[in-house]
């Protein structure tokens, strides 16, 4: 069997298995996967608005809402009056947050390192530089295309020169 081509499935499921792992670890800190990931970006783009952080983070507006809510209660985060529009908010961290993001740095390292435990750092270091290319390769195909597009098979392109011989 080709080993390449369970590639999708590996990947996937790595990611998953990624995230769930962190995603235990962040509950020490009683957060969840998508709160951390809030403030990590949030901590990048402070005073951005709601709209703008669910397209960074690709979280749903609605589940965005619940999130923003349940950090403001935890005072986590406030939401302050945007001077250029009356009827938005802008997000900003507050002190409690700055403790949290050293925190998730450090359970992110944790993370890393168990899931890479007995890779070395030569491998680390190949394996990034192919995923990073993986990552470029993908992200330049929906940027040329973003419709999907599909190579007809062999059998396809045949019965279409066939019929056209007719």
Do not use: W
Not at 25 to 39: D, I, N, W
Not at 87 to 95: D, E, F, G, H, K
Request: charged residues 30%; glycine residues 2%; hydrophobic residues 40%.
């Amino acid at each position: 069997m080709d080993r390449f081509k369970t590639v999708g499935y590996l990947m996937k499921d790595v990611s998953r298995r990624y995230a769930a792992r962190f995603e235990r670890h962040a509950q020490e800190l009683s957060l969840t996967l998508m709160q951390c990931k809030v403030l990590l970006y949030l901590s990048k783009n402070e005073g951005a608005s709601q709209v703008r952080l669910c397209e960074l983070t690709e979280i749903e507006p609605m589940m965005m809402v619940r999130i923003l809510d349940r950090m403001e209660a935890d005072k986590l985060l406030e939401r302050r009056p945007d001077p250029a529009d009356r009827r938005a908010r802008q997000l900003y961290l507050t002190r409690k947050a700055a403790p949290l993001l050293d925190e998730i740095d450090r359970l992110s390292e944790l993370t890393r390192n168990e899931i890479f435990a007995g890779i070395s750092k030569a491998e680390r270091e190949a394996f990034l530089k192919v995923l990073e290319q993986a990552h470029a390769n993908a992200s330049a195909l929906e940027t040329a295309s973003p419709a999907l597009t599909t190579q007809p098979t062999a059998a396809a392109s045949g019965r279409r020169s066939r019929s056209a011989h007719r």
